[in-house]
């Protein structure tokens, strides 16, 4: 399975983006997706995750600003941020699992993505 992430750039404060995670090769064994994000000197966190029956989670710095959903048709994952923050700034990855729940920990997920750099100016 590849994953290829995809929306990232500079936005100012405020706005908003959408990522897009699509995934290939053997999609079928994939059930639970998720995004992670990094920031320079700062572990990986995760910021959403979804599982194989929709069911979702969301990291507390997101909630309410943040959705995540898929278009399964098309192996597509995606991410819709808004009200950007600085603290936003990070390198966000898309990860997927062979698990149906939603996947909260980062061990769990099978195959990750190259990340594509989300920059709010602020």
């Known amino acids: 399975v590849q994953l290829v992430e995809s929306g990232g750039g500079l936005v100012q404060a405020g706005g908003s983006l959408r990522l897009s995670c699509t995934a290939s090769g053997s999609t079928f064994s994939i059930n639970a997706m998720g995004w992670y994000r990094q920031a320079p000197g700062k572990e990986r966190e995760l910021v959403a995750a979804?599982?194989?029956?929709?069911?979702?989670y969301y990291a507390d710095s997101v909630k309410g600003r943040g959705t995540i959903s898929r278009d399964k048709p098309k192996n597509t994952l995606y991410l819709q941020l808004n009200s950007l923050k600085f603290e936003d700034t990070a390198m966000y990855y898309c990860?997927?699992?062979?698990?149906?729940?939603?996947?909260?920990?980062?061990?769990?997920?099978?195959?990750w993505g190259q990340g594509t750099q989300v920059t709010v100016s602020s």
């Open positions: 990860a997927a699992g062979w698990r149906l729940a939603p996947i909260t920990d980062q061990l769990q997920y099978n195959y």
């Open positions: 979804i599982g194989g029956g929709g069911n979702t």
